[in-house]
């Protein structure tokens, strides 16, 4: 934090720090929210499904804002409810109802989304497998599917080994879709969705996280 002697920032070093700390804000909120960790896995299969299926530009475009907004709206709902903590630590009706309010937005988000997204992939699967392209799209989706399991188990490593290795492996997975990928948003997508994973597993291990999150432990020794 600067003081008020300290010369202020340029213009390029704060958009960095804003860039950090929203990162941050959604690698603890990743690590608060097990059902943002599940829409993080969920995100990246439908990320890579749309590098690899034949879709028009607005299609892309459809899932690639559902998976955003799920994404966002999860994590709007992890600083109401810390808020609401604050606010009201003890029982309050107001509490439960700010509470199941930001809850239900995460559900209404998340329905439309599959409602929206959902039928543009199964078409677009069910076109391929109609025109006999079902057998080139079979690595790809084996590799896409290996990629959400790494982005799922991220953020919980335990060990730097771990985290490494969950990475080696996403980072592995998503090269395979890559080279039967048709468009480069869903891959960049898909791997700005790992980046975010490993983010809030590297957080965990280094100590840090959202309030009341349980800090990895250190490996013990032989001897311990």
Request: proline share 6%.
């Amino acid at each position: 934090m600067s003081t008020p002697d300290a010369p202020p920032r340029p213009p390029r070093a704060r958009l960095l720090r804003a860039f950090a700390c929203a990162g941050a804000g959604l690698a603890d909120a990743t690590l608060r929210e097990r059902n943002l960790r599940i829409h993080l896995a969920l995100g990246t299969l439908a990320a890579c499904a749309t590098a690899v299926l034949e879709l028009g530009a607005a299609e892309r475009g459809v899932v690639l804002l559902c998976i955003g907004a799920v994404v966002a709206v999860e994590a709007i709902n992890s600083a109401v409810e810390v808020i609401v903590d604050v606010l009201f630590p003890g029982v309050d009706e107001r509490a439960r109802f700010a509470k199941d309010a930001a809850a239900g937005a995460v559900l209404a988000t998340a329905a439309a989304s599959v409602l929206a997204g959902g039928p543009v992939l199964v078409s677009a699967m069910a076109a391929a497998v109609r025109a006999q392209t079902g057998e080139r799209l079979a690595i790809p989706v084996a590799a896409a599917a290996v990629a959400a399991l790494a982005v799922a188990r991220l953020p919980g490593a335990r060990t730097r080994g771990a985290l490494a290795t969950n990475v080696a492996v996403a980072a592995a997975t998503l090269a395979l879709v890559s080279r039967s990928a048709r468009d480069a948003w869903g891959l960049a997508a898909g791997t700005l969705l790992v980046a975010l994973a490993a983010g809030a597993g590297g957080r965990s291990l280094r100590g840090r996280g959202p309030p009341g999150h349980a800090v990895a432990p250190p490996p013990r020794g032989r001897g311990t």
